[in-house]
């Protein structure tokens, strides 16, 4: 045998079984546990061939562990706790990739009312809270075991909006990460604010004003979540009462408008209730579900030069309030979790036109709203 022949053979070898290692991932699955079948927070194998996915485990005990976030080492999972005024919370586990096991380490106050997002950034050194329903942000310190530590911040927002019934005080809607890890994107639902914050290597009081420490949406729109495009230059928020997707040119800090168009059918005449948004791991193209009247995903195609969208499609999620959805790393699968119809739909993604497709695929579980992908080994 040539030498050549054999490293050949060798480097096959070592893409096959790349290739096998990347054919599952684990799904964690953040849900509400009041008034629903659902007891926690559950993990599956997600078979990325085949579209399956297999209950592993799952974490109870908690009230509404809602949202979800993982760590960059996937080390640790972080969760809210939706639970009535006063009492909401989030919670910090150490995650077995193997087992899909999640073992608490320790719960701390969100501080404000109604947490309903967490993120954490790259380096592991603080979770960050959107406080819907007190309309506050809340960062927490994290310790080198993964655990909440007692050093917190605590930032009151103020303001309204033009909408009476929705606006008449602040409502924070997520914490997004800038993907330099520099800076960190609060939405504001209750006053058309994307409020920006710079982080410090503090653990009292890592949040500080950007030097431009906000921009804002079109009045009553309602800022809910924010997604990056792969190459950190693009970033687009989602409208939650207006059903407009705004995108905007990321530097350093900076959000700089590119255009703010529509997401709903033409001449809809429906409930507007506005959810979720992510763009594909290869940027070409960015989904955003609608609720309620519609349950289905919006499907633009985006122009890689200029951040700009074209709606090119629609397509139901076969289920009632996708409220969250997720896109498989590999871009194969797109999941769409169904608060009111207790499932999530695996959808078959089309890479070249952004189209999708009903695997039949199914994962029954009670009152889902977060979707999360981690590797299984």
């Not at 693009?234 to 590119?258: K, P, R, V, W």
């Not at 309030?321 to 769409?336: H, K």
């Amino acid at each position: 045998m040539k030498l050549s022949d054999f490293f050949i053979g060798l480097l096959s070898m070592t893409l096959f079984f790349a290739e096998a290692e990347a054919q599952t991932y684990n799904l964690l699955i953040g849900t509400y546990t009041k008034n629903s079948k659902s007891e926690g927070v559950y993990v599956y194998e997600f078979d990325a061939k085949t579209g399956k996915a297999t209950f592993k485990n799952k974490a109870t005990g908690l009230v509404n562990p809602s949202y979800l976030a993982i760590s960059k080492d996937e080390k640790h999972v972080y969760t809210v706790c939706e639970a009535e005024p006063g009492k909401g919370a989030v919670s910090a586990f150490n995650f077995d990739k193997k087992t899909g096991a999640l073992t608490l380490l320790n719960t701390k106050s969100s501080i404000g009312n109604g947490p309903c997002y967490v993120s954490v950034d790259k380096d592991n050194k603080y979770v960050f809270l959107a406080n819907y329903g007190g309309g506050s942000a809340t960062a927490i310190a994290v310790n080198s075991d993964g655990s909440l530590s007692d050093k917190n911040q605590f930032i009151q927002f103020e303001g309204n909006g033009p909408n009476k019934e929705r606006q008449l005080s602040p409502h924070i809607h997520s914490t997004v990460l800038t993907p330099d890890n520099k800076y960190i994107l609060i939405s504001d639902l209750g006053t058309d604010r994307i409020n920006i914050f710079k982080l410090a290597d503090d653990q009292e009081k890592p949040l500080q004003a950007a030097k431009t420490p906000f921009v804002t949406t079109k009045p009553g729109s309602g800022p809910r979540h924010f997604d990056f495009h792969p190459n950190g230059k693009f970033g687009y928020s989602i409208q939650e009462m207006s059903g407009n997707i705004t995108a905007f040119a990321y530097h350093d800090g900076s959000l700089t408008l590119i255009e703010d168009i529509s997401g709903l059918p033409q001449n809809y005449a429906g409930k507007i209730w506005s959810a979720d948004i992510h763009v594909s791991p290869d940027g070409k193209f960015l989904y955003a579900s609608y609720r309620d009247d519609l349950n289905d995903l919006a499907i633009f195609k985006i122009d890689s030069k200029t951040g700009k969208l074209n709606l090119i499609g629609r397509q139901s999620t076969l289920g009632k309030v996708p409220r969250n959805f997720v896109i498989t790393p590999d871009g194969n699968f797109l999941l769409a979790a169904h608060q009111n119809s207790d499932s999530v739909v695996i959808f078959k993604r089309n890479k070249e036109t952004g189209l999708l497709s009903d695997t039949g695929e199914r994962i029954d579980v009670g009152s889902p709203v977060c979707l999360k992908f981690a590797s299984s080994k």
